[in-house]
């Protein structure tokens, strides 16, 4: 009589093996180990697990994987091999064997862990004396969490740097509502139309309503876009219309550089609508003033600018911010002050970038002291005296660095 051998793959005590197990294991096995040790391991996978496509169960089953190894086992490329039985699990986190199960699969099928069957089905390892290396083992591999150090790394910087994007479109939206608001009642006084000025504030609230409470990127880029594309729209209706605070220097307690060389015959014509510039130059000394930095020498570094405003710490992304950064975080700033996007992009053109970064927030530090009545006004004035050459904020800038030093002397 002959006998034939049937398998049947749902046979207890044999493990299903689904197509992403065997694509995830083939991906893990191709990446070289990372020699990050147990604690390395521990610390990035607790530290964002949302950003490692991770539930908050699951992360914890892994570190709980994790704290049944040695840290021996980390090392080189040693076995990192967890013999935990499907009991303890169960206990620890009080669930049922085919939670417990569904959980692992799905690890697996992720590529955080690998299944590795004894031909006995049983979980068991052999060391190389009592705390040695995995001389021999069958349990869950977690190799692939050291495989995929980098990769952790990696993705929780990139999920830390779309919530800081996230947090700044979601504060930008309600800086470009206020804006808004501000504007429209600016153009219902000076603008013939009134009925577009209150179809563009109505459509202004109704984005900010759309912000609510969400975070997500996807709402909030295109969301921003179109409130900055409003702002644009009212500024280039009331342009013109701010009134000028002709007295951008700071402190009244010394002479102003004024360039008297009637050699110098520039004109020069700033409006809100736009700058033109017509110009005739005579004598090489009218070119050197219109191109010298407003600064003059004085090193306002970004450390200095954030004790100078305060306020730009919680628009920039770091603590300590590089001059781009910085740039970016007083764009945002403008808005509050009520700097229209074109003075700005104007300010920039004529100043360069850092400089009229500096000078905004020069505006922004005389503000809160009660000592300018249009900060665009201001900005406005100011590129005018620069492209005069009579621009010289370093008096302004040495004033106030050393008003902020006698606030910490007196506190």
């Not at 996807?218 to 409003?230: N, R």
């Not at 505006?363 to 621009?391: C, D, N, P, Q």
Request: charged share 25%.
């Amino acid at each position: 009589m002959t006998y034939s051998l049937s398998h049947d793959p749902h046979q207890a005590g044999v493990r299903r093996i689904t197509p992403a197990m065997i694509l995830s294991e083939m991906q893990c096995e191709a990446l070289p180990r990372s020699g990050a040790s147990k604690a390395q391991i521990l610390s990035a996978l607790h530290t964002e697990p949302r950003a490692l496509g991770l539930q908050p169960r699951q992360s914890d089953l892994l570190g709980f994987l994790i704290s049944r190894t040695k840290p021996v086992d980390w090392e080189d490329d040693n076995l990192t091999i967890c013999t935990v039985r499907n009991r303890d699990i169960c206990e620890r986190f009080g669930i049922e064997r085919s939670t417990v199960k569904r959980w692992l699969r799905g690890l697996s099928e992720l590529g955080w862990i690998i299944m590795r069957d004894s031909p006995n089905q049983q979980r068991w390892l052999r060391r190389d004396g009592r705390n040695g290396a995995i001389l021999e083992g069958y349990g869950f591999d977690l190799s692939p969490l050291s495989r995929r150090y980098d990769e952790m790394l990696q993705r929780v910087e990139a999920f830390r740097e779309r919530e800081r994007e996230r947090k700044r479109l979601h504060k930008r939206a309600m800086i470009l509502s206020r804006r808004i608001t501000a504007l429209s009642a600016t153009a219902l006084e000076t603008v013939s139309d009134k009925a577009e000025v209150m179809s563009i504030q109505q459509n202004g609230h109704q984005l900010l309503a759309l912000r609510g409470n969400d975070h997500d990127l996807d709402i909030l880029s295109p969301l921003v876009e179109q409130m900055e594309g409003l702002v644009e729209r009212l500024e280039a209706m009331i342009a013109g219309a701010e009134p000028v605070e002709m007295d951008p220097m700071g402190r009244t307690d010394g002479p102003h550089n004024t360039d008297t060389n009637p050699n110098t015959i520039t004109k020069v014509t700033v409006s809100g609508a736009g700058f033109g510039i017509e110009e005739e130059l005579v004598g090489s000394e009218s070119a050197s003033h219109s191109k010298a930095s407003p600064l003059r020498g004085f090193k306002a570094g970004p450390n200095f600018l954030l004790q100078l405003v305060p306020d730009l710490r919680d628009l920039c992304t770091s603590s300590r911010p590089h001059e781009a950064e910085l740039i970016g975080a007083v764009e945002m700033l403008t808005g509050s002050l009520g700097i229209s996007s074109h003075a700005w992009r104007q300010a920039c053109s004529v100043m360069g970038r850092y400089e009229a970064a500096v000078a905004v927030c020069v505006i922004s530090a005389k503000a809160r002291k009660g000592k300018v009545r249009s900060a665009g006004g201001l900005l406005r004035a100011m590129i005018e005296r620069h492209l005069y050459g009579t621009l010289a904020l370093d008096r302004t800038l040495y004033g106030l660095a050393s008003d902020l030093s006698a606030d910490r002397t007196y506190h």
